[in-house]
């Protein structure tokens, strides 16, 4: 069901692509991605399409095909979740496991929060205890949004590529500060599977995390936050712990 949209309440529409097949899998991609950056260039969709498993890949409010408001308020968590469930509902999908990268691990967490009966497992990617937007700087991203680099090599090195992609700037300025300081929180009951790369600094802390929450975690030696996505050991990992 390619280039399909689910419609929120308010009109607020999200696009999505579906794969059919056996226990679909939900795919949320991070920030300044789309779905098809995050799972069809990365090779994820023809991987779990291959082992039978239906694929949803949407993409999330601000990003790729779906609608950009500019709202602080329209990138709370609780939104970016609710905007999940508007996809599964209209797939009439009344449960599915999920994997998600970076930002995209805190929206499913925030989906898990939402809708605790909807998530069966959940597979999260590039993301640990700390929230990397509550340290970015509010006039830095000012600046951004008015076309300068910023000076913090982290902030450009995320950014640039998003820019690059024809992102939309002040969508991008909202989610970052709407989505500041989001949880990984995940409700007792539901297993996970922490995965993070070697060379990665963004998810620190995350081996801890599992080991207190009694998860599973797997880190993948000399990944970085870009190109842990295409590790074949992860998508391996994530199909037998969906399994």
Excluded at 16 to 23: I, L
Excluded at 80 to 102: K, R, T
Excluded at 138 to 161: C, K, N, Q, W, Y
Aim: proline share 7%.
């Amino acid at each position: 069901m390619p280039g399909s949209f689910a419609r929120r309440l308010d009109g607020l529409r999200i696009a999505y692509d579906f794969v059919p097949g056996d226990r679909p899998i939900l795919l949320v991609h991070g920030f300044a991605s789309t779905a098809r950056v995050s799972w069809m260039g990365t090779g994820w969709v023809r991987f779990l399409e291959e082992a039978g498993r239906g694929v949803v890949t949407p993409d999330l409010r601000g990003h790729g095909r779906s609608d950009k408001p500019h709202r602080v308020a329209d990138y709370a968590p609780r939104q970016m979740a609710a905007d999940l469930v508007v996809v599964l509902d209209a797939l009439g999908l009344d449960q599915v496991d999920v994997v998600a990268y970076s930002m995209g691990s805190r929206v499913a967490a925030a989906l898990a929060g939402l809708a605790p009966n909807r998530v069966v497992r959940l597979v999260l990617g590039g993301a640990g205890p700390t929230e990397l937007f509550e340290s970015w700087d509010r006039e830095t991203m000012t600046r951004f949004l008015a076309g300068e680099t910023p000076a913090d090599p982290m902030i450009a090195a995320v950014l640039a590529a998003a820019i690059g992609a024809g992102g939309d700037r002040a969508a991008l300025l909202a989610c970052v500060e709407g989505f500041a300081g989001a949880t990984l929180d995940v409700p007792p009951g539901i297993p996970v599977l922490y995965v993070a790369g070697g060379a990665d600094p963004i998810p620190a802390g995350v081996a801890q995390l599992a080991r207190a929450r009694g998860s599973e975690y797997l880190q993948l030696p000399g990944r970085d936050h870009v190109n842990a996505l295409t590790s074949r050991e992860f998508k391996r990992a994530a199909l037998e712990f969906l399994a």
